[in-house]
């Protein structure tokens, strides 16, 4: 490694913050997300932001960011009121952001991509060597060696990835920089290096942001914490005066769970539906459970803990390589989506806009998108029965055949779910079922969930809202770094779920 | 210390291709006794590259930036027609001419790249009206070949350096400018930005418009070039002579041969020039032993296929894995393949 250079510390005086955000709030469509929230970001101080999905501190970050303008509220960076519209504004005025999905190019050079569009010249043209011995600056400043300037993007691993985009946010001369959720996709090992270059960059005079789930995370790395909760800030100060049950406390206890249907009478946990033992592929290791006939099983997992990897290594879209699989006691292969379908397994996919549906075909053709697909033969009685699954699950369309891509989210799951109900499925695997619905479809989802479980259904549901993971379950499975760690009952405490789910020893407080 | 990584580039495994194309092509050509290698067989060949190769290294740029120019055959006998109707014979129009020519010429890709960038009309679409608009006008207005060239224009065409036509020196020329263009401007690099990712293009502050709009010009500037070229061969221009070329889907198969992503965003001149030579020689070797046409329609189809084929399975990019796909139990994570240092 080349000799450590001796990194300057910028001007700052510690008692006014770099950049402050006073009664900031923040509303989507009539729904208040951010609620007259404060933050003081300090040059030289690392401030970790956590609370639970949906306490809004994406909203903020993005506010922060320019991605997003709010609706009150101020934001001064460095004595100077600001009012970004637009990212490259918030970049120029030095507040950068490393958001999970990277803003790169993988087919051009490291160097290329941190002076996108700032590309150095000489003479009118553009300056290749400077640009790369630049980059290999802001490289050193932050102790990397390893990374050549001039390799491509895509040959790069994911944490070196993110190393670029610091390095860009650097580049621009950042006074801010936020993090959101750095460490989701990096592998233990490089987790450290992560935590080297937040230092150093803090060691540089940068006010850092810290967003992230993982609270062992952020009592490492951070100075301050502030806590959101529904929206609105819950604390702010210091982290030396907390400790992760205290955390935790302050994060949870959302008062929503009133809305989570009871099961239907006379639904009855049944026999042991689908059994896996000792499976795993690229992405999970280590996976057993058994899921029954009837049953809700819930399982919760951070972000990249292989959550939906899991959902889809159960219904073959990315398939187990090792371990057993059983359907009602017979060893099966479901090695792709059709093997899966035909044995009986349904996937409601995270993303229904990308996985779940065809957007430009109508309401009815989606609904029989899978019968069509997989049992041809059983397309005119599905005709036939579609319609009424979809009066059942009452979607509000303008007829059967509007477009898909015009309905309201929550319209567009009941498609989703009416595609899967007219194959007649004997296990229904929901990703995230509520994502960007609106509470009266969120509802719908729920009551139909406890319907299939009356039917003898064997549900799997997979989600990263604690609430609604308690809310319906009858067992929780916690995941963590691609394995299920625990096993926790389905009247566990949001804080139990929450310990077990963030790698703590099952409900025990670090 | 920096440790350059291997990577093998598109670039480089056309070149390779385009070598043991040369070797086979070759030793076929010596089994009917003939040696690939005579002067007149290179000077053949490097005339055979010299007119796909200027539209080629046009339609190079659009296609980095995800477009297409379907209209360039058109282009190049509009261009034709202009030039040799310009010069009317007489060696002092033939600047006047040129620049003419060239300026029509950019404004059919003015008009090519504000309908794609400006009205976002896809580029296979928009490029394919403009086309049917330059094919209706000559097809109305000639019936045949017209103008003439004067023999100082018809020079370019025909003479040479040793066994090197002129036409193939000012290609390779033209490509080299185009290939520093690419690599020492902004809207060089740009063209990679747009043309890779539009989204991250404009959150970087870029004019998402702008390279797009100077490929589609320089592209059909290229195209006529090319129409010259064939003017001063031809002595006359000719309102078929591009669409007899098959310069369109020709010269969009010479640029993904060479690597280049029909997606946009990433590729290379030299590969384009490679794509190019590939398909001369082929050309060179079936004329030379006489292959049946339509076979050689065959071989051109495969070696695109499979050309195609071999990038797709290169590119396919995965999800990162965490654990080893067989090995249960297997502890934490794959080789991040830099050392981390400390």
Same mark, same amino acid.
């Given at each position: 490694?080349?000799? *450590?250079?001796?990194?300057?510390?910028?001007?700052?005086?510690?008692?006014?913050?770099?950049?402050?955000?006073?009664?900031?709030?923040?509303?989507?469509?009539?729904?208040?997300?951010?609620?007259?929230?404060?933050?003081?970001?300090?040059?030289?101080?690392?401030?970790?932001?956590?609370?639970?999905?949906?306490?809004?501190?994406?909203?903020?970050?993005?506010?922060?960011?320019?991605?997003?303008?709010?609706?009150?509220?101020?934001?001064?960076?460095?004595?100077?009121?600001?009012?970004?519209?637009?990212?490259?504004?918030?970049?120029?005025?030095?507040?950068a952001t490393v958001f999970q999905e990277f803003n790169l190019l993988p087919e051009r050079s490291v160097a290329e991509n941190v002076f996108l569009g700032r590309e150095?010249?000489?003479?009118?043209?553009v300056?290749n060597?400077?640009m790369a011995?630049r980059t290999a600056?802001l490289l050193?400043?932050l102790?990397i060696d390893f990374i050549d300037p001039t390799a491509r993007v895509g040959t790069l691993t994911v944490a070196e990835q993110q190393i670029v985009e610091v390095v860009k946010a650097l580049s621009?001369?950042?006074?801010?920089?936020?993090m959101d959720e750095p460490t989701a996709a990096l592998a233990?090992n490089e987790?450290?290096l992560l935590?080297?270059i937040?230092?150093?960059?803090?060691?540089?005079?940068?006010?850092?942001?810290?967003?992230?789930?993982?609270?062992? &995370?952020?009592?490492?790395?951070?100075?301050?914490?502030?806590?959101?909760?529904?929206?609105?800030?819950?604390?702010?100060?210091?982290?030396?005066?907390?400790?992760?049950?205290?955390?935790?406390?302050?994060?949870?206890?959302?008062?929503?769970?009133?809305?989570?249907?009871?099961?239907?009478?006379?639904?009855?946990?049944? &026999?042991?539906?689908?059994?896996?033992?000792?499976?795993?592929?690229a992405y999970?290791?280590?996976?057993?459970?058994?899921?029954?006939?009837?049953?809700?099983?819930?399982?919760?997992?951070?972000?990249g %803990?292989?959550?939906?990897e899991?959902?889809?290594?159960?219904?073959?879209?990315v398939?187990?390589?090792?371990?057993?699989?059983?359907?009602?006691?017979?060893?099966?292969?479901?090695?792709?989506?059709?093997?899966?379908?035909?044995?009986?397994?349904?996937?409601?996919?995270?993303?229904?806009?990308a996985?779940?549906? #065809?957007?430009? *075909?109508?309401?009815?053709?989606?609904?029989?998108?899978?019968?069509?697909?997989?049992?041809?033969?059983?397309?005119?009685?599905?005709?036939?029965?579609?319609?009424?699954?979809? %009066?059942?699950?009452?979607?509000? %369309?303008?007829?059967?055949?509007?477009?898909?891509?015009?309905?309201?989210?929550?319209?567009?799951?009941?498609?989703?779910?009416?595609?899967?109900?007219?194959?007649?499925?004997?296990?229904?695997?929901?990703? &995230?079922?509520?994502?960007?619905?609106?509470?009266?479809?969120?509802?719908?989802?729920? *009551?139909?969930?406890?319907?299939?479980?009356? *039917?003898?259904?064997?549900?799997?549901?997979?989600?990263?809202?604690?609430?609604?993971?308690?809310?319906?379950?009858?067992?929780?499975?916690?995941?963590?770094?691609?394995?299920?760690?625990?096993?926790?009952?389905?009247?566990?405490?949001?804080?139990?779920?929450?310990? #077990?789910?963030?790698?703590?020893?099952?409900?025990?407080?670090? | 210390?920096t440790t350059r990584r291997l990577r093998l580039d598109n670039t480089v495994i056309v070149l390779f291709?385009?070598?043991?194309?040369?070797?086979?092509?070759?030793? !076929?050509?010596?089994?009917?006794?003939?040696?690939?290698?005579?002067?007149?067989?290179?000077?053949?060949?490097?005339?055979?590259?010299?007119?796909?190769?200027?539209?080629?290294?046009?339609?190079t740029l659009?296609i980095l930036c995800a477009?297409?120019?379907?209209?360039?055959? @058109?282009?190049?006998? !509009?261009?034709?027609?202009?030039?040799?109707?310009?010069?009317?014979?007489?060696?002092?129009?033939?600047?006047?001419?040129?620049?003419?020519?060239?300026?029509?010429?950019?404004?059919? =890709?003015?008009?090519?790249?504000?309908?794609?960038?400006?009205?976002?009309?896809?580029?296979?679409?928009?490029?394919? =009206?403009?086309?049917?608009?330059?094919?209706?006008?000559?097809?109305?207005? @000639?019936?045949?070949?017209?103008?003439?060239?004067?023999?100082?224009?018809?020079?370019?065409?025909?003479?040479?350096?040793?066994?090197?036509?002129?036409?193939?020196?000012?290609?390779?020329?033209? +490509?080299?400018?185009?290939a520093?263009?690419l690599r020492?401007?902004r809207?060089g690099h740009h063209m990679f930005a747009v043309g890779g990712n539009p989204a991250v293009s404009r959150l970087s502050?870029l004019?998402t418009?702008?390279p797009?709009?100077?490929?589609?010009?320089?592209?059909?500037?290229?195209? +006529? !070039?090319?129409?010259?070229?064939?003017?001063?061969?031809?002595?006359?221009?000719?309102?078929?002579?591009?669409?007899?070329?098959? @310069? $369109?889907?020709?010269?969009?198969?010479?640029v993904v041969l060479g690597g280049t992503l029909l997606l946009g965003g990433r590729g290379s001149i030299w590969g384009t020039?490679g794509?190019?030579?590939?398909?001369?020689?082929? $050309?060179?070797?079936?004329?030379?032993?006489?292959?049946?046409?339509?076979?050689? $329609?065959?071989?051109?189809?495969?070696?695109?296929?499979?050309a195609v084929a071999i990038y797709t399975g290169r590119a396919i990019e995965r999800r990162r894995a965490r654990?080893?796909k $067989?090995?249960?139990?297997?502890? =934490?994570t794959p080789p991040v393949d830099a050392e981390v240092?400390?």
């Amino acid at each position: 490694m080349t000799e *450590q250079r001796v990194v300057e510390k910028r001007e700052h005086d510690p008692g006014t913050p770099v950049l402050s955000v006073t009664g900031v709030s923040k509303s989507f469509f009539g729904v208040r997300v951010l609620h007259d929230v404060d933050l003081e970001l300090f040059s030289g101080r690392v401030h970790g932001l956590v609370g639970e999905n949906g306490a809004g501190k994406s909203t903020l970050m993005k506010i922060i960011a320019g991605v997003y303008e709010r609706d009150t509220g101020e934001i001064v960076l460095a004595g100077e009121a600001v009012d970004h519209t637009h990212p490259i504004q918030a970049m120029r005025a030095g507040i950068a952001t490393v958001f999970q999905e990277f803003n790169l190019l993988p087919e051009r050079s490291v160097a290329e991509n941190v002076f996108l569009g700032r590309e150095p010249r000489r003479a009118g043209f553009v300056d290749n060597k400077g640009m790369a011995s630049r980059t290999a600056e802001l490289l050193a400043e932050l102790g990397i060696d390893f990374i050549d300037p001039t390799a491509r993007v895509g040959t790069l691993t994911v944490a070196e990835q993110q190393i670029v985009e610091v390095v860009k946010a650097l580049s621009f001369d950042a006074r801010v920089i936020s993090m959101d959720e750095p460490t989701a996709a990096l592998a233990d090992n490089e987790v450290e290096l992560l935590y080297e270059i937040v230092r150093k960059l803090a060691a540089r005079g940068v006010a850092v942001l810290y967003v992230s789930h993982r609270l062992k &995370e952020v009592f490492d790395l951070c100075d301050t914490i502030t806590v959101l909760k529904d929206g609105a800030l819950v604390s702010s100060g210091p982290a030396a005066e907390l400790d992760t049950p205290e955390l935790v406390r302050r994060m949870v206890g959302r008062s929503i769970s009133t809305f989570f249907p009871p099961v239907v009478a006379g639904t009855a946990v049944g &026999e042991t539906r689908l059994s896996v033992a000792d499976a795993g592929n690229a992405y999970l290791d280590g996976i057993d459970f058994e899921l029954r006939a009837g049953e809700i099983l819930g399982v919760a997992g951070l972000q990249g %803990s292989g959550r939906t990897e899991l959902a889809e290594a159960v219904f073959g879209a990315v398939p187990f390589t090792r371990g057993r699989v059983e359907l009602d006691g017979r060893p099966v292969r479901i090695a792709n989506p059709r093997a899966g379908v035909k044995a009986g397994l349904a996937l409601v996919t995270e993303d229904r806009k990308a996985q779940g549906l #065809a957007l430009g *075909q109508s309401v009815v053709d989606n609904a029989l998108l899978v019968i069509r697909g997989v049992f041809a033969r059983r397309t005119p009685a599905a005709r036939r029965t579609v319609p009424g699954i979809l %009066s059942s699950l009452e979607v509000s %369309s303008r007829g059967l055949d509007q477009e898909v891509q015009y309905l309201s989210g929550g319209n567009q799951q009941k498609v989703v779910l009416a595609k899967w109900l007219a194959t007649g499925p004997r296990v229904v695997v929901f990703d &995230e079922p509520t994502r960007g619905i609106d509470v009266g479809a969120k509802i719908a989802v729920y *009551q139909l969930m406890r319907e299939l479980a009356h *039917q003898g259904v064997a549900i799997l549901m997979i989600s990263s809202e604690l609430p609604e993971v308690i809310g319906m379950s009858d067992r929780i499975l916690a995941m963590h770094d691609g394995r299920l760690v625990a096993e926790l009952p389905g009247d566990s405490t949001e804080e139990a779920v929450l310990l #077990a789910a963030a790698g703590h020893a099952s409900g025990a407080a670090a | 210390m920096t440790t350059r990584r291997l990577r093998l580039d598109n670039t480089v495994i056309v070149l390779f291709a385009l070598i043991g194309v040369i070797i086979i092509g070759a030793v !076929l050509v010596s089994t009917v006794g003939r040696n690939f290698f005579s002067d007149g067989n290179i000077r053949d060949i490097l005339t055979g590259m010299s007119v796909l190769g200027f539209v080629a290294i046009g339609q190079t740029l659009v296609i980095l930036c995800a477009s297409l120019d379907l209209s360039v055959p @058109y282009v190049v006998s !509009l261009s034709s027609l202009i030039a040799a109707e310009t010069m009317q014979g007489r060696q002092e129009n033939i600047l006047w001419a040129v620049i003419l020519t060239l300026l029509v010429a950019a404004a059919i =890709g003015l008009a090519n790249g504000v309908i794609v960038a400006g009205l976002k009309v896809n580029g296979f679409i928009a490029t394919l =009206g403009v086309g049917l608009i330059i094919k209706g006008y000559l097809a109305t207005e @000639y019936k045949g070949t017209a103008g003439s060239v004067p023999w100082e224009f018809q020079l370019v065409g025909a003479s040479g350096l040793g066994p090197v036509p002129i036409s193939t020196i000012i290609m390779v020329g033209l +490509a080299v400018l185009v290939a520093l263009f690419l690599r020492k401007t902004r809207t060089g690099h740009h063209m990679f930005a747009v043309g890779g990712n539009p989204a991250v293009s404009r959150l970087s502050g870029l004019r998402t418009w702008q390279p797009v709009v100077v490929a589609h010009v320089m592209c059909s500037v290229m195209a +006529a !070039l090319a129409g010259l070229l064939l003017a001063s061969r031809l002595g006359v221009g000719s309102p078929t002579v591009g669409s007899q070329g098959g @310069y $369109d889907l020709l010269s969009i198969a010479a640029v993904v041969l060479g690597g280049t992503l029909l997606l946009g965003g990433r590729g290379s001149i030299w590969g384009t020039i490679g794509g190019v030579a590939i398909f001369a020689v082929l $050309d060179n070797v079936m004329s030379v032993m006489q292959v049946n046409p339509f076979l050689k $329609d065959v071989v051109r189809g495969i070696v695109i296929v499979a050309a195609v084929a071999i990038y797709t399975g290169r590119a396919i990019e995965r999800r990162r894995a965490r654990f080893s796909k $067989d090995a249960s139990g297997s502890a =934490g994570t794959p080789p991040v393949d830099a050392e981390v240092a400390r």
